[in-house]
């Protein structure tokens, strides 16, 4: 049976204010219209869950130039703390950072990651209009500064959004350049974009059929060591396609997708009865991945290594919560 992997996560969002306003996004507030998540608040979160390793850190993004820009990364920064202090793994996807800010994140997390969307210029006069932090090379010098830094990352493709098929394939290939200069990418995830109640955008999903081929030129551009992965939640009907396709690993599984709420993630074991009798292999895995262990810091290795040694390959737990 071939393994598929997925990672047992817990999404924690300091704040949904983002000064970005894309038009397809169901994540957002405007600026100033959303309470901030106390580390109080977090903590009692965190204490009420079980069978969760990765503590996925999300956040809306604060202007570079805003007075409470710093008030914001200390607060991610001190949730990452948090979270690592109860046995969590963070990862956090924050947006655009600076370089300092990421090294910064980097001793409190095991990995990061950032969403390439598409090397495409154009959609800044469409989806992303107003959305500043979305321009293409400032993106992809996010993706070159994790590699300096030497921060195991994940990145990937938003997926039906106004780009074309060689945009596509542009934007696999900018990414398996970089990897290929710093060997640091871990994931390349493949998101098609699906409507949701909250945005302004009005178009149809992205189509199955196009989402299989792509996975099968995707797995043609990037190395065998990058996995591809791919949101079950919004591959629900072609979900075996797409892994007989070469996709390989199902992202973090969670009670509640914060980014696209309309499509809740499906249970572990509904996963794993879906799976097994087409011979895959549903294996939980961590949000670092083996090959970069050594990249960490002395107390994040020995938290990573605490949970390889916990015989985390063969749990078949999903995400509960304690009474």
Same mark, same amino acid.
């Given at each position: 049976?071939?393994?598929?992997?997925?990672?047992?996560?817990?999404?924690?969002?300091?704040?949904?204010?983002?000064?970005?306003?894309?038009?397809?996004?169901?994540?957002?507030?405007?600026?100033?219209?959303?309470?901030?998540?106390?580390?109080?608040?977090?903590?009692?979160?965190?204490?009420? &869950?079980?069978?969760?390793?990765?503590?996925?850190?999300?956040?809306?993004?604060?202007?570079?130039?805003?007075?409470?820009?710093?008030?914001?990364?200390?607060?991610?920064?001190?949730?990452?703390?948090?979270?690592?202090?109860?046995?969590? &793994?963070?990862?956090?996807?924050?947006?655009?950072?600076?370089?300092?800010?990421?090294?910064?994140?980097?001793?409190?997390?095991?990995?990061?990651?950032?969403?390439?969307?598409?090397?495409?210029?154009?959609?800044?006069?469409?989806?992303?209009?107003?959305?500043?932090?979305?321009?293409?090379?400032?993106?992809?010098?996010?993706?070159?500064?994790?590699?300096?830094?030497?921060?195991?990352?994940?990145?990937? @493709?938003?997926?039906?959004?106004?780009?074309?098929?060689?945009?596509?394939?542009?934007?696999?290939?900018?990414?398996?350049?970089?990897?290929?200069?710093?060997?640091?990418?871990?994931?390349?995830?493949?998101?098609?974009?699906?409507?949701?109640?909250?945005?302004?955008?009005?178009?149809?999903?992205?189509?199955?059929?196009?989402?299989?081929?792509?996975?099968?030129?995707?797995?043609?551009?990037?190395?065998?060591?990058?996995?591809?992965?791919?949101?079950?939640?919004?591959?629900?009907?072609?979900?075996?396609?797409?892994?007989?396709?070469?996709?390989?690993?199902?992202?973090?599984?969670?009670?509640?997708?914060?980014?696209?709420?309309?499509?809740?993630?499906?249970?572990?074991?509904?996963?794993?009865?879906?799976?097994?009798?087409?011979?895959?292999? &549903?294996?939980?895995?961590?949000?670092?991945?083996?090959?970069?262990?050594?990249? @960490?810091?002395?107390?994040?290795?020995?938290?990573?290594?605490?949970?390889?040694?916990?015989?985390?390959?063969?749990?078949?737990?999903?995400?509960?919560?304690?009474?």
């Amino acid at each position: 049976m071939k393994a598929i992997t997925y990672s047992s996560a817990y999404t924690i969002v300091p704040t949904y204010e983002c000064f970005n306003r894309c038009t397809y996004c169901n994540f957002r507030t405007d600026p100033g219209q959303d309470e901030w998540m106390s580390l109080a608040q977090a903590e009692h979160i965190l204490q009420r &869950l079980d069978h969760v390793v990765e503590l996925l850190i999300l956040s809306g993004e604060v202007h570079p130039n805003s007075a409470r820009r710093a008030s914001w990364f200390d607060r991610i920064f001190d949730l990452c703390k948090l979270a690592l202090s109860m046995g969590f &793994l963070p990862h956090t996807n924050a947006g655009i950072l600076s370089f300092d800010e990421m090294a910064k994140l980097k001793t409190v997390n095991v990995s990061m990651g950032l969403m390439l969307e598409q090397m495409t210029p154009t959609l800044l006069e469409s989806v992303h209009r107003h959305a500043p932090s979305k321009l293409p090379e400032v993106r992809l010098q996010q993706l070159a500064w994790a590699g300096e830094l030497q921060i195991p990352f994940t990145t990937g @493709l938003l997926l039906g959004i106004g780009e074309s098929e060689r945009d596509r394939i542009e934007t696999l290939v900018a990414i398996a350049n970089i990897h290929e200069q710093y060997k640091h990418i871990q994931e390349v995830i493949l998101q098609p974009y699906s409507p949701g109640q909250k945005e302004s955008l009005s178009q149809a999903a992205f189509q199955p059929g196009q989402l299989v081929q792509l996975i099968k030129i995707a797995r043609s551009i990037l190395p065998d060591t990058i996995s591809i992965q791919i949101p079950p939640n919004l591959v629900a009907d072609d979900l075996i396609a797409c892994l007989d396709a070469g996709a390989q690993d199902l992202g973090g599984i969670s009670p509640h997708d914060e980014v696209n709420p309309d499509y809740p993630h499906p249970k572990v074991e509904a996963l794993r009865q879906q799976l097994e009798p087409q011979s895959y292999h &549903l294996v939980q895995r961590l949000p670092i991945y083996p090959q970069y262990d050594r990249w @960490l810091a002395d107390d994040l290795r020995a938290a990573v290594e605490h949970h390889r040694t916990a015989g985390l390959e063969t749990s078949k737990n999903s995400v509960t919560y304690r009474k």
